[in-house]
Nanobody, 121 residues
């Protein structure tokens, strides 16, 4: 199986920065998309940013110009640099990855357990 381990969450003041990291481990043949979603209290999980293996980047409008997603394909890792943080960015951030465990197996989506980001005003 595939596991995703996140790190880097915490408490920061508005206007500050944080960097989230996520590494995939386990039986991995190839990784297509890696990225981040978030879920604020009382709200549904929402898309934040993703990056495909080919380098195509997709960002939510709410984070454009402030958050940057990047990858290290050799390490099967994805990162989220978050700048100019706002209180409305407070949420649990989840890493996700679309992975194929073997050359003939189907693609599956995996999720990390989440890391809390709290932005104080």
């Amino acid at each position: 199986q595939v596991q995703l381990a996140e790190s880097g969450g915490g408490l920061v003041q508005a206007g500050g920065s944080l960097r989230l990291s996520c590494a995939a481990s386990g039986i991995i043949f190839s990784v297509e998309t890696m990225g981040w979603y978030r879920q604020a209290p009382g709200k549904q999980r929402e898309f934040v940013a993703t990056l495909t293996s080919g380098g195509n980047r997709y960002d939510a409008d709410s984070v454009k110009g402030r958050f940057t997603v990047s990858r290290d394909n050799a390490k099967n890792a994805v990162y989220l640099q978050m700048n100019s943080l706002k209180p409305e960015d407070t949420a649990v951030y989840y890493c996700h990855a679309v992975v194929r465990p073997g050359p003939t197996t189907p693609w599956n989506t995996y999720w990390g357990q989440g890391t809390q980001v709290t932005v104080s005003s």
